[in-house]
């Protein structure tokens, strides 16, 4: 996909500093430290923020098995420090396999494939900074294998 | 005749789900003020809950610091949709803003009342 950057947020420099250099050969692949981790005040200046369902309820997240959504936030949220959109994590299929590798891989595609869809369709600027927070991509898996999730997808 | 579901092997207690949910100031002190789970202003058409406490705490303080309640209450099975595997993040619940009434809920973690700058 071009022209979508993916900036992982994290309060902690070193895991930062591990992720950059793992993706670092990927080139959109960016991270961006933050005081703390809160999942609605992310830093400034991306199109949309990816977040796990109950964190996107506000918008209307519904858990819809194998797809993740494209959610507008409003005004005031944007005032608050939301960007204009969040995507959302997915719900696992029963056939879906499970564990925390290829649930990382699931989230990750599923969100991407909504930005990816949600640009096709979009009369506006679409998206192309999304940020991920660390911790919801680290859940049991490496720097390195997320390295390699993003490389498999993107 | 199946009667298994009829047995109820904690007399007294109602059987159900038992969920729990992180909350910010304002929702727990609409809580605390009306003693019900009420619909969310923004218009969502139903709420998340966790199977867990431990589940609720983590998204409580990723989504509002230290500034948050936890809740726990006991939904009839009927009132609840899922569990919904939620990929890295485990199972969820959902209870539809019409089922929120069908449960009372409880303090499990309660929200610090905020100091008054002398």
Known sequence: MSHLEIVILDANQATLDE???????????TVQRVDR??????????DALFLVLPAAEKWGAKPLPGKAQV????PEDQRDGMPPYVVTGVVLRPSDPRGPLPETKMLISTALDAVRE?????DGEGI???GFWAVNLLN??????????????? | ????????????????RTLYRAVDRAEFEDIQKTGKFNPSPGGAESKYFYPTLEQAEKM?????????????ANFPESAVEGPFPVATEGDVFTVPNENLELATPAVEVPLDTPEIPE
Do not use: W
Not at chain 1, 19 to 29: D, H, N, P, S, Y
Not at chain 1, 37 to 46: A, D, E, F, I, S
Not at chain 1, 118 to 122: G, I, K
Not at chain 2, 60 to 72: A, I, K, L, Q, S
């Open chain 1, 19 to 29: 992720i950059a250099t793992r993706c670092k050969a990927l080139g959109t692949v």
């Open chain 1, 37 to 46: 981790v809160l999942y609605t005040r992310p830093p400034k200046g991306m």
């Open chain 1, 71 to 74: 959610l507008k936030t409003s």
């Open chain 1, 118 to 122: 949600f640009n096709l369709s979009s």
């Open chain 1, 128 to 130: 192309h900074k999304l």
């Open chain 1, 140 to 154: 049991g898996v490496t720097p390195q294998q997320l390295a390699t999730v993003f490389a498999e997808v993107l």
């Open chain 2, 1 to 16: 005749v199946d009667l298994s579901g009829l047995f109820n092997p904690f007399p007294g207690r109602v059987p159900g």
């Open chain 2, 60 to 72: 409580g303080e990723r989504m509002y610091g230290e500034d948050y309640g936890v809740v726990v």
